[in-house]
């Protein structure tokens, strides 16, 4: 089976920050999840390049658009490798590639009747590129997001009969429950519809930066619709020489961010069917991850102190390592909901669950075996009550993951990770050790944690792979196939030793 999964295409101009990082991450995980599973996975990020926003950020600046994207896109194609990020391909918008099959698209819509030409007036926020409704503007005239002053856009325009779409689209959404997940937002989705939807402007013609329409060349596509078909013209050309639409295409998922819900549920899929296209098979939609802009209490870990009061993701990469960020995000605010996030948090969870729970579970399990078998895990049969609840773990992963439940399925680990902590106190190797005719049932337990902890390892590499494959390196087993994740005698021997794998970082010293 073929999945593909996507990010949002981040817009060229910002920074990066968490919020970026937050969804690349969870996309990530889903595609190492599934790489895991045998599918044949292709996933994809990539930067937003046109529109007018760009344009009058070139000008201020003094450089053409194109000079500015170039400046500002390594910002987030950098950022995949640093996150430990596995994505196949980063597409930029302003591939020439994207841009002729955007034409081709585009022009399909047109010639199937979709597309007429008309004026527009309507309050406009260049900041959001984006059109306002009269509720949204309100009687200020104000952008709700930004809360600067919208302009009043008048121009010829072509425009995208989104309106013919209105049935098509909520009978998508009673066929497919689960086309927008969570269902709070598959609601919001279907309130947007319900409520009447209005044609869209599909081009532009004040300004030149952006995809041209090929049936009139005064025009340019509104950027929304351009950056959309990322999705779809990726596939075209991110392998030299090798067409993998019919490959990959629908998506599985798209993983979006709450603020483009209404451009991913709405005029994406009615922009595939005025396309002939098929449609995307679930669109997720995160929430955000809430800072406090100060204030935290007087709890905070010393270790956060010197990390200051907001959560910056890149301090903390190179403080504690890419795993420690992915694992954070994806632990504490349950994937799909918003919620706060902390230095004091993190660092909590740091403490607590990483170094503590998973480091040190690997760190004593291995200390053992080079302690009382000289570093050859015997070839016992593992304890077959705590095999059968430790392999159990990769079906219910597996379950999880299917409906990007991403903090489920950690949660679902974690509960392995500390019934093996148990199993350790209950066994109490160190006193069947003092035992030499207790030596059966001493084997029997160091097979069965390093048997477990194997298990756990491979199931946990979507979200912490450079530890994990730390770990299956001192384990001399490095196969991440799920299919070979059972706790079994003798799947182990020679192991070596392993320096600690969340060691406490070193952090200048607070002032
Ligand atoms: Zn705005």
Redesign the pocket.
Known sequence: MSFYVTTPIYYVNAAPHLGHAYSMIAADVLARHMRQRGEDVFFLTGTDEHGEPVALAAEREGLTPRELVDRNAPRFKDLAPKLNISNDFFIRTSDPEHMAKVQEVLARVHENGHVYEGVYEGWY?P??A?FKTEAEAGEDHL?P??R?ALVREKEDNYFFRLSAFQDDLLELLDEQPDFVMPKHRYNEARTFIESGLQDVSLTRSTFTWGVPVPWDPDHVFYVWFDALLNYYTALSYAKPGEDLTDRFWPPQFHVIGKDILKFHTVFWPAMLMAAGLPLPRHVFVHGFLLMRDSGEDAELLKMSKSMGNVLDPFQIVEDFGADALRYYCMRDVSFGQDGEVSTARFAVLYESELANDFGNLASRTIAMVHRYRGGTVPPAEPDPDLAAEIDAVVADVSELLDRADLTGALDAIWQRVRRLNRYVEEQAPWVLARDDARAADLDRVLASLIGGLRVVAVVLHPWIPATVERLLGALDAPELALEGARTQAGRLGRIAKLEPLFPKPQLDPVA
Request: hydrophobic letters at 10%; charged letters at 25%.
């Open positions: 926020c900041r959001c984006d952008c997001i930004h600067t």
